[in-house]
């Protein structure tokens, strides 16, 4: 079984800074990819960043590229996502998430490529 757990979050001023981590369980981490998504109230859930499992590659939704910086430590079974320049329109509860098994790469930036989740962290940003 694969757990994953999130912390970091919280309350934050715009402009202001947050990093969250997540800690996974088991042996699957150095093998899979991991992701962070985000869901405000009333909102789906939306893809956020996603490295793959040596960290050579990342990816970013256009609305916190060049803000967040998503990165994994294969040794501890991390995965952080540093954010940087908040905006009120950040806050959401934050979830990291691994893929187990490779769906493909048109799946990546779906909830539905991954099969493990954390149970989140809130994260707030006041104007």
């Known amino acids: 079984q694969v757990q994953l757990v999130e912390s970091g979050g919280g309350l934050v001023q715009a402009g202001g800074s947050l990093r969250l981590s997540c800690a996974a369980s088991?042996?699957?981490?150095?093998?899979?990819?991991m992701a962070w998504f985000r869901q405000a109230p009333g909102k789906e859930r939306e893809f956020v960043a996603r490295?793959?499992?040596?960290?050579?590659?990342?990816n970013y939704a256009d609305s916190v590229q060049g803000r967040y910086i998503i990165s994994r430590d294969n040794v501890k079974s991390t995965v952080s996502l540093q954010m940087n320049s908040l905006k009120p329109e950040d806050t959401a509860v934050y979830y990291c998430?691994?893929?187990?098994?490779?769906?493909?790469?048109?799946?990546?930036?779906?909830?539905?490529?991954?099969?493990?989740w954390g149970q989140g962290t809130q994260v707030t940003v006041s104007s």
């Open positions: 998430a691994m893929e187990l098994y490779f769906k493909g790469d048109s799946a990546r930036f779906s909830t539905s490529a991954y099969d493990a």
């Open positions: 088991g042996r699957a981490f150095s093998n899979s990819a």
């Open positions: 490295i793959n499992w040596s960290g050579s590659n990342t």
